[in-house]
Every structure is written in C-alpha cells, then in structure tokens.
C-alpha cells in the first residue's frame, strides 16, 4: 500500500490541457456543444482523494478508487442515458485523466475494485525535464487552441457554470501553496507562471460572474 502523498502524477496544468484536448476533439467529432467550465473541472475531479484521503486514508489513497475507470464509467452510465453523447466529451476528459497523465506518471489503481494492482509506469519522476517540458508544450498547444476557437475568451463573460471553476482553482492552488518546499506535491519552479495564469484566469471568470448574479438580484 502506498503512503498518503506517493505517487503524484501529471499536475493541474497538464490535466487540464489533456481534458481540454480530448473533450474539445470529441466533442467536434460528435457535433455537440461544450461546456468549458464543466470539462475543465472534470478534468481534475478525479484528484478530489486529495481531500478524501484525511477521512480515509486507507481507502482515498492518491490514485485510487477515484482514478479508477470502472468507478467513473459507472458513475457516467446515468449520465450517458440522459445526455447521450453529449456526455462524450466529459469523459474524454476523465478517461485522459487517469489514462494519459497518470498511467505515464507513476501508475494508478486503473481496475478498482476489481482489482487494487497498480497499473502503469511508476519509474518516472513528474520534477524532471522531460515530464515539466511536456506539460508547458501542453500548455501552450492548448492555449493556442482556446484563443483561436474563441474559449478562452468565452471564460471572461459572465456564465452560470463558472462556479464549476472553483474546482479547477482548488487543483491549481494546492500545489502552488507548497512551492519552495520539500513536500512532493509541491509543483515544480518551471510550472509556476502557467499556474498564475489559470489562477488569474479562473479568478477573474469567477468575479466577473459573482457580480453578474449580483446584479441580476
């Protein structure tokens, strides 16, 4: 088993860019309209066992039950009966998740609870170059992306869903909270400026739309 904080895969910033990627392809491919602040927060949730696992530490490891694909395929079954394949692109976003930024960063437990084997290549440590200069590429490819389609604009008007970006917030600021220190989930000096990005970013769609609200009240 694992200790509480082993095991730190891909950061926020390449999350995000793998759920926007694969959520953005799919859901052109599918001919279906995109909820920006829904991917972009569902393309870390799987990271929420970093809060479950101070209840629960045995069972909320990092990269456990909720990084396995069984667990979130489940729980999209009601959601694919409702939506249908406006669904898809979410869970594109999940899939890459655990399946691209994690499997390639140290493993998961891919197969919970059918299996609690740890899948994936554990031998690579996300600080290096390599891993850092693969989430900047990332960054940037996605960044080209979201200005040329016009989404990263569309997060600076006022939209109900942007409170969905308080989770997107969370996932970023934690680990800029421990810059500097020896801690593991730390995030590298060469990821600090993309993260003042999506946090600037996401805090301003916030308070434009809390003023929004407040202005229709």
């Not at 690579?124 to 940037?140: C, H, Q, T, W």
């Amino acid at each position: 088993m694992r200790g509480i904080y082993e095991g730190y895969g891909t950061f926020a910033i390449g999350h995000f860019a793998l759920g926007y990627l694969t959520g953005k392809g799919s859901s052109r491919l599918l001919k279906v309209k995109l909820n920006l602040p829904l991917l972009l927060a569902v393309s870390v949730i799987s990271d929420v066992d970093l809060i479950l696992q101070f209840v629960d530490p045995t069972l909320f490891m990092h990269r456990g039950p909720t990084h396995s694909i069984i667990t979130f395929t489940v729980l999209m079954v009601p959601l694919f009966i409702i939506y249908r394949k406006r669904a898809v692109p979410y869970y594109a976003a999940l899939l890459s998740h655990s399946l691209i930024g994690d499997f390639f960063t140290g493993g998961l437990e891919l197969f919970w609870p059918m299996s609690q084997g740890w899948f994936g290549f554990e031998n690579i440590d996300v600080k290096s170059l390599g891993p850092i200069l693969i989430e900047l590429v990332l960054f940037a490819v996605t960044l080209a992306i979201m200005l040329r389609t016009q989404n990263l604009q569309s997060l600076l008007k006022p939209n109900k869903y942007n409170w969905l970006l308080l989770i997107a917030f969370g996932a970023v600021l934690g680990p800029m909270l421990q810059v500097g220190r020896s801690f593991e989930g730390s995030i590298p000096l060469l990821l600090v400026i993309p993260s003042l990005f999506y946090l600037v970013l996401f805090a301003y769609s916030l308070t434009v739309e809390l003023l929004h609200s407040r202005g229709r009240g």
